[in-house]
C-alpha cells in the first residue's frame, strides 16, 4: 500500500532512542490504527507483548527475532513478524534510513 486515505494522523510522535526513532499514529475510520516510522542508523532492542507485522518500506536493516539466534537481512520492501516471546526483545542494526509501518 503506497498511501492511507482518509485516515487521522495524530501529530505528537513518539520519540525513541534520543530522537533516533520516531512514529506517528495513523488511525482509520474503521477504529483500527497503524503506526508509522522512521528509524535512522544505529541499533536498537525493541520490545512487544503481542505479536506484530513490520512492513519495512525502504532502507536495510538486520534484525534478530526472539525465536533466533541469527541475524536476519531485510531489504525495503519487505515485512517481517515479531512475535511475543519470553523477554519480550527483538533486535535491530539499521545501516540506512527506515521507513516502516507496524500493522
Given at each position: 500500500m503506497?498511501?492511507?486515505?482518509?485516515v487521522?494522523?495524530?501529530?505528537?510522535?513518539?520519540?525513541?532512542?534520543?530522537g533516533?526513532v520516531?512514529?506517528?499514529?495513523?488511525?482509520?475510520?474503521?477504529?483500527?490504527h497503524?503506526?508509522?516510522?522512521?528509524?535512522?542508523p544505529?541499533?536498537y532492542?525493541?520490545?512487544?507483548q503481542?505479536?506484530?507485522?513490520?512492513?519495512?518500506?525502504s532502507?536495510?536493516?538486520q534484525?534478530m527475532?526472539p525465536?533466533?539466534?541469527?541475524?536476519?537481512?531485510?531489504?525495503?520492501?519487505?515485512?517481517?513478524?515479531?512475535?511475543?516471546?519470553?523477554?519480550n526483545?527483538?533486535?535491530?542494526?539499521?545501516?540506512?534510513?527506515?521507513?516502516?509501518y507496524?500493522?
Open positions: 503506497s498511501q492511507f486515505n482518509n487521522t494522523l495524530v501529530k505528537a510522535a513518539n520519540v525513541y532512542f534520543d533516533k520516531s512514529s506517528r499514529t495513523v488511525q482509520f475510520n474503521d477504529g483500527s497503524k503506526t508509522l516510522g522512521l528509524m535512522l544505529g541499533e532492542e525493541f520490545g512487544t503481542a505479536k506484530e507485522l513490520m512492513e519495512i518500506m532502507g536495510e536493516l534484525i527475532l525465536e533466533s539466534h541469527t541475524w536476519q537481512s531485510i531489504v525495503g520492501p519487505q515485512s517481517f513478524e515479531a512475535r511475543e516471546s519470553p523477554d526483545c527483538f533486535y535491530f542494526q539499521f545501516s540506512r534510513h527506515a521507513w516502516c507496524l500493522i
